[in-house]
Each structure stands twice: as C-alpha cells, then as structure tokens.
T-cell receptor, first 117, second 115 residues
Framework: GAVVSQHPSWVICKSGTSVKIECRSL??????MFWYRQFPKQSLMLMAT?????????EQGVEKDKFLINHASLTLSTLTVTSAHPEDSSFYIC?????????????FGNGTRLTVT | KNQVEQSPQSLIILEGKNCTLQ??????????LRWYKQDTGRGPVSLTI?????NTKSNGRYTATLDADTKQSSLHITASQLSDSASYIC??????????????FGKGTHLIIQP
C-alpha cells in the first residue's frame, strides 16, 4: 500500500529556533499534501494544504509566516516551524493524496512530536 | 456547520469481546465516510472507505456500516485483540465544507483492550 514517510518522528528544540519537518510519499506521486496539528485527545486540525509547485493554502487562524510550507516536488513537502515557542509544542501529521485518481484514501505519515522548551 | 460526532468517547473491553463504535455526521453533500485507526503517537491508518451507495464494508475483523439516510455509521470490531487498543477516528468527506481537504474529522473513540 501507499506509504508516507514523515521525519523526524520527534524533536526537542529551544524556544526561538526553527524546526523543519519532512513528509515524503514513497511509492506514489502526491499532487496534494496536507499538514495537520493534533493536541492530546483531540481530532486532527488541518493547518494548510500544499500543492506541488504552488503556494500553500492556510486555514483560518494559521500564521503562514510562522509555519512555512514548501512542496517542491511530487514526493516531498516540508513544514518549517519558525521561531518556535512552547505553545507550538504539538503532534504534527502530514498526509498525501494523488488527486488525479479521484477520491482516494488519505495516506498519513506517522507524525512528528515537537516539544519546544 | 459540518460536524462529526463519535461515541463513546472512550471504551474499555476485555480481550476477545466484540464492540461497536458509533459515528453521526451532518456533512452535506456527502461524498464518503472513512474509518481510521490511530495508535498512540502514530499517524492514522485507513480501515475502510464507504461511498453513499455502500451499506457495509469489512476489513478483517473490522466491519463498518453506513446509513446515509440517518447519517450514521458504525465500526464493529470482532474478537478484539490487545493490538486493537487505539483511537478510532471517523472522517467524513463532503463536496463542500470541512477544510480544504474536504474532510471533517471526529474526535475519535479511545479503545482500550484489557487482557
């Protein structure tokens, strides 16, 4: 089945630094990738939609200058949390989809646990 | 407003027993409904996808049902195993509404299987 690889699986950083999270589709071309944030015992909250070769679309309330998204190829999207603060600590999950195939199951990465100290 | 409500919020059952998780939604127009299993600290994994015309779909010991008229779905787990301990998330896809991904997520049912 389709595999989405997310790296790193966890990261601890100091307040004020930036962290980059990678999301790769390993065996299919992802025309669209999504980035989610999940707090404990809460549902996934969509942060932004990343389309290959174009600017990301951010959901209301998500700071695009803080959460930089790049989708330079059909297999890779990155999320950079800039000037991280403790309130950015969360579980970040990406998902990938090939929309050229109509509706298809979203394939999720295994998430990245970010802890900002 | 599109919503997906899941019940119960949490459930504890003994290994080997069956259980049923519920999902009610108000997403309209409806495209499909998905059940995902999310282990702690991991990303969700797809169990089933059902479109409007499908009433039931199975994946091993998991059987999902869909009643598009009442906008209800259930996920039945048969002969539970310890590895079934996870959160089960109901996700509804609509042609409009939800996020840019067209999806509305439930908060999940946290299932614990005890030996």
């Amino acid at each position: 089945g389709a595999v989405v690889s997310q790296h790193p699986s966890w990261v601890i950083c100091k307040s004020g630094t930036s962290v980059k999270i990678e999301c790769r589709s390993l065996d299919f071309q992802a025309t669209t990738m999504f980035w989610y944030r999940q707090f404990p015992k809460q549902s996934l909250m969509l942060m932004a939609t990343s389309n290959e070769g174009s600017k990301a679309t951010y959901e209301q309330g998500v700071e695009k200058d803080k959460f930089l998204i790049n989708h330079a190829s059909l297999t890779l999207s990155t999320l950079t949390v800039t000037s991280a603060h403790p309130e950015d600590s969360s579980f970040y999950i990406c998902s990938a989809q090939n929309r050229d195939r109509g509706y298809s199951p979203l394939h999720f990465g295994n998430g990245t646990r970010l802890t900002v100290t | 407003k599109n919503q997906v409500e899941q019940s119960p919020q949490s459930l504890i059952i003994l290994e080997g027993k069956n259980c049923t998780l519920q999902c009610n939604y108000t997403v309209s127009p409806f495209s499909n409904l998905r059940w995902y299993k999310q282990d702690t600290g991991r990303g969700p994994v797809s169990l089933t996808i059902m479109t409007f015309s499908e009433n039931t779909k199975s994946n091993g010991r998991y059987t999902a049902t869909l009643d598009a008229d009442t906008k209800q779905s259930s996920l039945h787990i048969t002969a539970s195993q310890l590895s079934d301990s996870a959160s089960y998330i109901c996700v509804v896809s609509g042609y409009s509404g939800g996020g840019a991904d067209g999806l509305t997520f439930g908060k999940g049912t946290h299932l614990i299987i005890q030996p």
